[in-house]
């Protein structure tokens, strides 16, 4: 089984500032990565995945995320963020074969607060 | 329908009895899973259903929780002498398939309140 850190619990930032949510995983024996966003009073969207490929993946609202696998991270960053970025931010992973095969592993997430 | 439909969106019940949550996935996916979510504890995996193989149960917290597929789509989780700390968001989530890479789409959550 995974285990997935974020290690920042709360992330408060200035309108306009840069923005980095960091994310490592347990293992990195064929994984895919996910970030889901989750607006206040809104479920779990998906922001990005990596799955193969080229190891930086973006979204369609400019964050983007890079897959290190020798450090096994998965961190979302932001060059400029707004006041509508303000969420909780989850990192997921899930195995590539196996038993648990399609399940998600969920970091504890981060709420990243943007500040006008 | 269009998304994850999940009901009721609110539950408070009271400390002893029955809850049942119920949720309606995307039609045409054929995995459906349960997650928890509650303060301090992140988000838990509970079960999911991959079309008619025998689903994986190994998130339930207790036998006090169970959860069906009927027809493999609705799905019904059932919460037994529900306790405070049964109190949460339960997610229910579909994807086309439970293959890794399949994106995993979540319904809006029931909020669980037991008093």
């Known amino acids: 089984a995974q285990s997935v850190t974020q290690l920042d619990s709360q992330v408060p930032v200035f309108e306009e500032a840069p923005v980095e949510l960091r994310c490592n995983y347990s293992?990195?024996?064929?994984?895919?990565l996910f970030w889901y966003v989750q607006y206040p009073n809104q479920g779990l969207q998906l922001l990005l995945k990596?799955?193969?490929?080229?190891?930086l993946v973006e979204s369609i609202n400019g964050f983007e995320a890079e897959f290190n696998k020798s450090q096994t991270s998965f961190h979302l960053r932001k060059p400029s963020v707004h006041i509508s970025d303000t969420a909780e931010y989850f990192c997921a992973v899930s195995e590539g074969r196996g038993s648990t095969l399609g399940r998600l592993y969920f970091g504890r997430g981060t709420q990243l607060t943007v500040w006008p | 329908g269009a998304g994850v439909s999940q009901s009721p969106s609110n539950k408070v019940t009271e400390k002893g009895k029955d809850v049942e949550l119920r949720c309606d996935p995307i039609?045409?996916?054929?995995?459906l899973y349960w997650y928890r979510q509650s303060l301090g504890q992140g988000l838990e995996f509970l079960i999911y259903?991959?079309?008619?193989?025998?689903?994986?149960k190994s998130g339930l917290p207790s036998d006090r929780f169970s959860a069906e597929r009927t027809g493999g789509s609705v799905s019904t989780l059932t919460i037994q002498r529900t306790q405070q700390e049964d109190s949460a968001v339960y997610l229910c989530?579909?994807?086309?398939?439970?293959?890794?890479?399949?994106?995993?789409?979540f319904g809006e959550g029931s909020w669980l309140t037991v008093v």
């Open positions: 039609s045409g996916h054929t995995a």
């Open positions: 990596y799955l193969s490929g080229s190891t």
């Open positions: 259903f991959q079309g008619n193989s025998a689903p994986d």
């Open positions: 293992s990195s024996v064929s994984v895919y």
């Open positions: 989530a579909s994807s086309l398939e439970a293959s890794s890479g399949n994106t995993i789409y």
